[in-house]
């Protein structure tokens, strides 16, 4: 079975300066995809940036990058120039590729951007 | 507009007292799935299903039922409801014939069981 593992349950930082969330993770598979999502007050889930576990390159999508260490099965995000938006609780969260394609979520970790 | 849409939103109910939490997509897809969220645990899957008339249990699934008799609707049934069964739901699905790694989630059930 795999689990995901996010070990900060809170985070703040200034508005316009960069944060990165911790996220580990330990699965047998060898094919599989790594998420953030986004829960804003709203409790909707926003999707953030995915990785492909065979792609070495790490994602990024616009202020939103990812760290991926598949050795180390590691996936941390980095958020540059922080927003006020940006408050929110992030999941990090697995799904492998075949089967029941579930999302094995983490605990999360709740970002407060400060003005 | 490509959605997930689940109604209702907001329920309050009283023990033993059977509910439907009504989920439906509008993009096709062939999975869909739907999640408890509880603080300090993240979200858990309790039903899922690959297609029509195939579901199977997740992870927490007692005191739940499910059935996807149509492709697009994928209900979550109560049959007894207890307090224990108060939380977030959430209901996914993903589109497995185009093998997109995304799930489009629904906007959330907010459930009370008193």
């Known amino acids: 079975a795999q689990t995901v593992t996010q070990s900060q349950p809170e985070m703040s930082v200034q508005e316009a300066e960069t944060v990165t969330l911790s996220c580990t993770y330990d699965?047998?598979?060898?094919?599989?995809?790594l998420f953030w999502y986004k829960q804003p007050p709203s409790r909707q889930m926003i999707l953030v940036i995915r990785?492909?576990?065979?792609?070495?390159q790490n994602a990024t999508e616009n202020r939103f990058s990812v760290n991926f260490q598949k050795a180390a099965k590691s996936f941390s995000l980095k958020i540059s120039d922080s927003q006020l938006g940006d408050t929110a609780m992030y999941f990090c969260?697995?799904?492998?590729?075949?089967?029941?394609?579930?999302?094995?979520f983490g605990t999360g970790t709740r970002l407060t951007i400060i003005p | 507009e490509a959605q997930v849409t689940q109604n209702p939103r907001y329920l309050i109910t009283v023990t033993g007292k059977k509910l439907t939490v009504t989920c439906s997509q509008n993009?096709?897809?062939?999975?869909m799935s739907w999640y408890r969220q509880d603080p300090g645990l993240g979200l858990r899957q309790i039903y899922y299903?690959?297609?029509?008339?195939?579901?199977d249990k997740g992870d927490v699934p007692e005191g739940y039922k499910v059935s996807r008799k149509e492709k697009r609707n994928f209900p979550l049934i109560l049959e007894s409801p207890s307090p224990n069964q108060t939380s977030l739901y959430f209901c996914?699905?993903?589109?497995?014939?185009?093998?997109?790694?995304?799930?489009?989630f629904g906007p959330g059930t907010r459930l009370t069981v008193l």
């Open positions: 996914a699905s993903r589109d497995r014939e185009e093998r997109l790694d995304t799930q489009y």
């Open positions: 699965t047998s598979e060898n094919n599989y995809y």
């Open positions: 990785q492909e576990a065979y792609k070495q």
């Open positions: 969260a697995f799904m492998k590729n075949f089967g029941n394609e579930k999302l094995t």
């Open positions: 993009m096709n897809h062939e999975y």
């Open positions: 299903s690959m297609n029509v008339e195939v579901t």
